[in-house]
T-cell receptor, first 111, second 113 residues
Framework: QQQVKQSPQSLIVQKGGISIINCAYE??????FPWYQQFPGKGPALLIA?????SEKKEGRFTISFNKSAKQFSLHIMDSQPGDSATYFC??????????FGQGTRLTINP | DVKVTQSSRYLVKRTGEKVFLECVQD?????MFWYRQDPGLGLRLIYF???????EKGDIPEGYSVSREKKERFSLILESASTNQTSMYLC????????????FGPGTRLTVT
């Protein structure tokens, strides 16, 4: 019940395309869903986050879509750029306790 | 600027050695975390600490221990390193309740031979 399942494991997108990464969870007590971005040689850094009382959050080219009934959320990267090539992790938590991370998606944007 | 530093970027140790990984944060954060990162498994929580001298087991604590004697420093200890502990180790810190964002260090790539 504590798991967050992320897919795909790897993704290749052409420059200018839309990158979509999906996550699913079981624990309905989760109340905060962040996405972290990790570049090679660096630690993960918070990219964008959403709470379950909204269905969508947008920050620039990055959008989280949240489906509470399906217990799924996804990250959309519009107009994907080579600089977006990184590993992305979804995560979930409740009560600001420990984060439960997905398995990660290695995204490659081809120029 | 927020900063979490880890004592080593790369470390090579022999099976059976005692290994210390150090993490320091300069944000006066109460909460600190140790994760290991393995391909296809994401980040898995080893231990975390919500205050000085306090610690709680995460999801995979076996073979590890931790120490937090000062607020800014959180150490991960491998009592007797084994080859299956070869991994990337990430330290993170987070502020008090209500602040969700975790700040990560750059990681330590540990190889046990």
């Amino acid at each position: 019940q504590q798991q967050v399942k992320q897919s795909p494991q790897s993704l290749i997108v052409q420059k200018g395309g839309i990158s979509i990464i999906n996550c699913a969870y079981e624990n309905t007590a989760f109340d905060y869903f962040p996405w972290y971005q990790q570049f090679p040689g660096k630690g993960p850094a918070l990219l964008i986050a959403i709470r379950p009382d909204v269905s969508e959050k947008k920050e620039g080219r990055f959008t989280i879509s949240f489906n509470k009934s399906a217990k799924q959320f996804s990250l959309h990267i519009m107009d994907s750029q080579p600089g977006d090539s990184a590993t992305y992790f979804c995560a979930a938590t409740f009560g600001a306790q420990k984060l439960v991370f997905g398995q990660g998606t290695r995204l490659t944007i081809n120029p | 600027d927020v900063k979490v530093t880890q004592s080593s970027r790369y470390l090579v140790k022999r099976t059976g050695e005692k290994v210390f990984l150090e993490c320091v944060q300069d944000m006066d954060h109460e909460n600190m975390f140790w994760y290991r990162q393995d391909p296809g498994l994401g980040l898995r929580l080893i231990y975390f600490s919500y205050d000085v001298k306090m610690k709680e087991k995460g999801d995979i604590p076996e073979g590890y221990s931790v120490s937090r004697e000062k607020k800014e420093r959180f150490s991960l200890i491998l009592e007797s390193a084994s080859t299956n502990q070869t991994s990337m180790y990430l330290c993170a810190s987070r502020g008090s309740t209500g602040h969700h964002e975790q700040y990560f260090g750059p990681g330590t790539r540990l190889t046990v031979t």
